[in-house]
């Protein structure tokens, strides 16, 4: 079975300062991983995704994330935030296989931005 | 831009009775789903649905929960029965097919409210 972890659980950070949010994730075969966004109020939005090829992928909103095989990460960076990245970031990941390909979550990181 | 919706937005309801939550998946998408997130918990995988048939259930959707596609349309969750721990609310998601179709597209959820 698979399962996410997501280190924390909430962040607080002042504008313009560097994010990054660990993921980790474990299963025994070739995975997809995903980061989505919650803005409040609002559902769930799609960041950034990982499939194969580079390792580091570029979302919107000046996001990244870098897989890193041997570590079985995927943690997401901005080297700017803004007071309007304040949201609910979940990193989620399934198995690249055919049938359902569900989507398993991780806890989520509530990341509050200061002005 | 194509998007999930979901309807009721907000479904208040007394604990033994049922409810159908209903959505509209993105229409040339094949692969349909639904997830859950209880207040201050992470998003849970209820059930994957393709080809007129369920592709994969986690535990939690037991004998209490049916999906459906009753036309070509819509997608409905159906509780027979609800109790106080059905509290949640309820995302709607579905995907294309293909290499590049692993992204799953979100909707605005409903929330659901058993008393």
């Known amino acids: 079975a698979q399962s996410v972890s997501q280190h924390n659980h909430h962040v607080i950070l002042s504008e313009a300062a560097s994010l990054e949010l660990g993921c980790n994730y474990s299963?025994?075969?070739?995975?997809?991983l995903f980061w989505y966004v919650q803005y409040p109020g609002q559902h769930l939005q799609l960041l950034l995704k990982?499939?194969?090829?580079?390792?580091l992928v570029k979302g919107i909103k000046g996001f990244e994330a870098e897989f890193i095989k041997s570590k079985f990460s995927f943690n997401l960076r901005k080297p700017s935030v803004q007071w309007s990245d304040t949201a609910e970031y979940f990193c989620?990941?399934?198995?690249?296989?055919?049938?359902?390909?569900?989507?398993?979550f991780g806890t989520g990181t509530q990341l509050k931005v200061e002005l | 831009e194509p998007e999930v919706t979901q309807t009721p937005s907000h479904q208040v309801t007394q604990m033994g009775q049922e409810v159908i939550l209903r959505c509209v998946p993105i229409?040339?998408?094949?692969?349909f789903y639904w997830y859950r997130q209880i207040l201050g918990q992470k998003v849970e995988f209820l059930v994957s649905?393709?080809?007129?048939?369920?592709?994969?259930k986690s535990e939690i959707f037991d004998d209490q929960f049916s999906v459906e596609r009753p036309d070509g349309s819509n997608f409905t969750l159906k509780i027979r029965s609800t109790k106080l721990e059905d509290s949640a609310m309820y995302f709607c998601?579905?995907?294309?097919?293909?290499?590049?179709?692993?992204?799953?597209?979100f909707g605005p959820g409903t929330r659901l409210t058993v008393t």
């Open positions: 998601a579905s995907r294309g097919s293909g290499t590049g179709g692993y992204e799953q597209y």
């Open positions: 299963y025994g075969g070739t995975v997809n």
């Open positions: 990982y499939f194969s090829g580079d390792p």
């Open positions: 989620a990941v399934n198995a690249r296989r055919g049938g359902g390909n569900k989507l398993t």
């Open positions: 229409s040339n998408h094949l692969y």
């Open positions: 649905f393709y080809n007129n048939e369920i592709s994969e």
